[in-house]
């Protein structure tokens, strides 16, 4: 009973810049690793940036200081920020929250149903 909700995506041309917004809704207990996912046609999916914390991050080499992972727990959302895009970052993207459902003990991965990213000219 925990929903991610999307936004943000759609059509970039080179070097430009998105912004991808993640917010987790329901029955929500405690909120741990937040992260972005990303799959391009023919590929396998791949992480992008994950957040554990608010000061905690790790990236994919192959975003590394162009893409900027960040989170306000008190909305209980994540962000991807996106900057000098390539045409090779072309893919639908993911948000995953790894969370605590409330009144339980229970610890779920939670998926947002992705949001299409394509940078072209």
């Known amino acids: 009973q925990v929903q991610l909700v999307e936004s943000g995506g759609g059509l970039a041309q080179p070097g430009g810049s998105l912004r991808l917004s993640c917010a987790a809704s329901?029955?929500?207990?405690?909120?741990?690793?937040m992260a972005w996912y990303r799959q391009a046609p023919g590929k396998q999916r791949e992480l992008v940036a994950n957040?554990?914390?608010?000061?905690?991050?790790n990236y994919a080499d192959s975003v590394k200081g162009r893409f900027t992972i960040s989170r306000d727990n008190a909305k209980n959302t994540v962000y991807l920020q996106m900057n000098s895009l390539k045409s090779e970052d072309t893919a639908i993207y993911y948000c995953n929250a790894d969370i605590r459902v409330l009144w339980t003990s229970a610890r779920r991965t939670f998926w947002g149903a992705g949001t299409q990213v394509t940078v072209s000219s």
């Open positions: 957040i554990p914390s608010g000061t905690s991050t």
């Open positions: 329901g029955s929500i207990g405690t909120i741990y690793t």
